[in-house]
């Protein structure tokens, strides 16, 4: 029997992450059935698929730019109009057709989140505020497993959105299903893997700063069906908008390489075993810091030298997921992941402008690391659906270990008391011989261990009411250890500390679609260092209230939802004012965020998708030691606005137009704080984005186009630089599926 094969709008490989449940499609029954009724004589020649159970879902879970499931909340299969809490998902449909070269792209039309507020960063990193809380590594989450360990100076895991089947974006405190996370919640990247009818693709891309991409998803099923294989990689070779301002203009380069292979064996059909694996290498020159002024304003001086910055990773990981049903009842799942990254980094950082005599000379210093970086993580829990009386329950019981550890060598250059030539801004000069720096002064290492224990109750009382419960207990050890210090507790502190946190929400569910919800969540996230007394800091913890009301009409392909919350975040250090030297910290501080969010998703008329996303803030710092009580936090919007149109030319039955689309994004970004006391700010600023495809058989086309007039635009000024905005950026890819 032949294998079907997907069109680049089929939307089965998005469904297979909708969710952890087995379940059979009504293709898959509708095929079984035809196969049962074959004649004799047909049978000798066609081979009978067993039914195949696999992770999907049905085709109406994922339509478009909608998905109506998600896992991530609740770690069980739960309609998202029944999650207490705010939740959108980026589908691989978007993905594609907004041609998102890199992770924070993905969440440019996503409400509650802020991203590259350090402009543009070719290096990989992956800056990102949720609800006003930086998020950079703490919300780092991979198919439901914390990705979220954090390297002592650079280190810290990265995406490649080619092999990414959706993101889940789940806002506020979340600790009670996945442990130690801050306050702003998580972001959890659903990696592809085997499908029962996989995508076969060969795509090619090619843009401005001469980006050039080759990329290859290709998938096969074994005759009966029980192995499927999955292999996805891709290659890029690009320059990048980082430019030195001299004469030769050269421009910081970056390579990146990945691929993953997976497979999934069903021994059984109540049986499901995955496994996964990739590797990321990346290599990159994009230093992106501008030197301001000594008056603060702007320059167009790179503090770096791209001949001489060098952010180098080399990450791989493998992973498992076992699901087993023992019944209609019991559900066992384990997912199990490690993986790990080397690291080698060079820059340069500026001192301060010289002398009176050289006012526009500014003094540099080399520095550099070595790190290493790994975590492993194992989560089991048992799901059981059960009935007392009119209530029916899906209850969840599991155990989560999460071990992190890291170390570093720190270099600085001031072997014979060399210092970087200094830079001129008035008169650049670039490409100069740079010595590497050599003389250790941090030998740094760092173990987390944590051990968690959660229970959950989502119960449902006459079709409409849902009540979800859940709770956690989590033991937490660091050691953090300097190999060149003395050993003592104060500079090698050795920490154990405990937290309880939990979650409560009732959903009521209209028979229209409409579902009004109110919760509360908490969250903790342990820090690193000691007080002045020598004492270790407790976790920072996080209280959020949240209100809110989703909307998804009956037999529709939209989603609409609206949150209005407060959460606070509490134990966060601030300068002890006891400290001559002003580096001790103390426990006095807390923030507070307030806002609103409202998000649009679907398909308003056949052929036209829109997304659309409000968010508005209000968010201080409400206890301090310093001087900016009732001040807001620097680099946070107050406001963010964004919408996206796509339409289908095919909708209209026209025979020539049909293949052909278009869409068109814009993007508002509200001004921000440069310093904690809110005495200056960087300005709004609002950017437009296109795309231009068509679609013919096995081919697809697209044009796309973000900061489509070229905005020249300043992201934030903060640490005596400039964070440059994201420059026009067009790609055009081209794609055979087969």
């Not at 003592?488 to 209209?510: I, M, Q, W």
């Not at 989703?550 to 300068?575: C, E, H, I, W």
């Not at 796309?704 to 000024?717: C, E, G, R």
């Amino acid at each position: 029997m032949a294998i079907p094969v997907l069109s680049s709008n089929s939307y089965a490989q998005s469904q297979q992450q909708a969710t952890n449940k087995p379940v059979e499609s009504k293709t898959q029954k509708d095929q079984s059935a035809a196969e049962i009724n074959t004649s004799e004589s047909d049978k000798s020649k066609t081979t009978v698929f067993p039914p195949v159970t696999v992770e999907a879902k049905a085709p109406e879970e994922v339509t478009g730019y909608v998905a109506k499931r998600s896992s991530t909340a609740t770690k069980t299969d739960t309609p998202i109009l029944e999650i207490p809490q705010s939740v959108s998902v980026v589908t691989r449909r978007e993905l594609d057709m907004r041609s998102v070269q890199n992770f924070t792209e993905a969440l440019r039309y996503v409400p509650g989140v802020a991203v590259d507020q350090f402009g543009f960063d070719g290096r990989g990193y992956e800056y990102l505020l949720m609800r006003g809380f930086n998020s950079l590594t703490t919300a780092n989450f991979r198919d439901g497993l914390s990705n979220a360990a954090q390297g002592l100076f650079f280190g810290s895991f990265i995406t490649d959105t080619y092999g990414l089947e959706r993101v889940d974006v789940l806002r506020g405190p979340s600790s009670v299903m996945f442990g130690r996370g801050d306050a702003g919640g998580i972001v959890n990247r659903i990696t592809k893997r085997p499908s029962a009818t996989p995508i076969r693709e060969i795509e090619f891309q090619y843009g401005n700063f001469d980006r050039k991409r080759i990329a290859a998803d290709i998938g096969a099923v074994s005759k009966d069906g029980t192995v499927m294989f999955r292999l996805v990689t891709t290659a890029l070779d690009s320059d990048t908008q980082v430019k030195q301002p001299d004469a030769a203009g050269d421009r910081a380069h970056n390579e990146r390489f990945y691929i993953a292979p997976s497979i999934t064996w069903r021994p059984t059909v109540d049986t499901t075993i995955t496994l996964m694996g990739d590797i990321l290498n990346n290599r990159s020159q994009s230093s992106p810091f501008f030197i301001t002024a000594p008056d603060g304003g702007f320059t167009k001086v790179l503090q770096s030298d791209t001949k001489f910055s060098r952010y180098n990773t080399n990450q791989s990981s493998f992973s498992y997921q076992i699901e087993h049903h023992f019944n209609e009842i019991f559900t066992v799942r384990q997912n199990f992941r490690h993986a790990q990254q080397g690291g080698q980094f060079r820059d340069l950082f500026s001192l301060g402008y010289n002398t009176p005599d050289q006012p526009t000379l500014m003094d540099r210093e080399t520095y550099g690391t070595r790190e290493r970086l790994s975590q492993t993580v194992l989560d089991t829990h048992l799901q059981a659906k059960l009935n007392t009386g009119p209530v029916h329950h899906t209850m969840l019981l599991g155990a989560d270990w999460n071990q992190t550890n890291a170390s570093m060598k720190y270099f600085e250059g001031y072997t014979n008391g060399f210092i970087a030539p200094g830079i001129d801004i008035l008169n650049p000069v670039y490409s100069q011989s740079i010595p590497s720096p050599d003389l250790l002064v941090t030998h740094a290492k760092q173990k987390i261990d944590q051990l968690g224990f959660y229970i959950q109750d989502q119960a449902r009382y006459n079709e409409n009411w849902i009540l979800t419960l859940g709770g956690r207990y989590d033991r937490i050890h660091s050691k953090d250890k300097d190999i060149l210090l003395p050993d003592d507790p104060e500079t090698n502190p050795n920490v154990k500390k405990d937290a309880f946190t939990g979650r409560a929400g009732l959903t009521y569910l209209f028979s229209n679609g409409i579902a009004p919800y109110v919760s509360y969540s908490q969250s903790f996230l342990p820090q690193a260092g000691l007080s002045s007394s020598g004492q270790a800091f407790n976790p920072t913890r996080g209280a959020q209230y949240e209100v809110g009301i989703k909307y998804q009409p009956v037999g529709g392909r939209s989603l609409y939802t609206m949150a209005l919350f407060d959460l606070t975040k509490t134990n966060v250090l601030t300068r002890d004012p006891n400290d001559p030297s002003g580096f001790r910290s103390i426990q006095t501080g807390e923030v507070g965020s307030r806002g609103a969010e409202l998000e649009a998703r679907g398909e308003v008329l056949r052929g036209l998708n829109v997304i659309g996303a409000f968010t508005y803030y209000e968010m201080n710092v409400t206890k301090s030691n310093d001087d900016n009580v009732g001040k807001m936090p620097v680099q946070v919007p107050n406001t963010l606005t964004s919408a996206w149109l796509d339409y289908s030319f095919g909708s209209l039955g026209i025979p020539w137009l049909r293949g052909l689309g278009i869409g068109g994004g814009v993007r508002y970004v509200g001004r921000v704080f440069n310093d904690e006391q809110n005495t200056s700010s960087t300005p709004a600023f609002t950017l437009f984005d296109a795309t231009l495809r068509y679609e013919k058989g096995p081919m697809f086309f697209s044009l796309n186009a973000s900061n489509l007039f070229d905005n020249k635009y300043i992201s934030s000024t903060f640490f005596g630089r400039n964070y440059l905005g994201t420059e026009r950026t067009v790609v055009g890819t081209l794609a055979f599926r087969f």
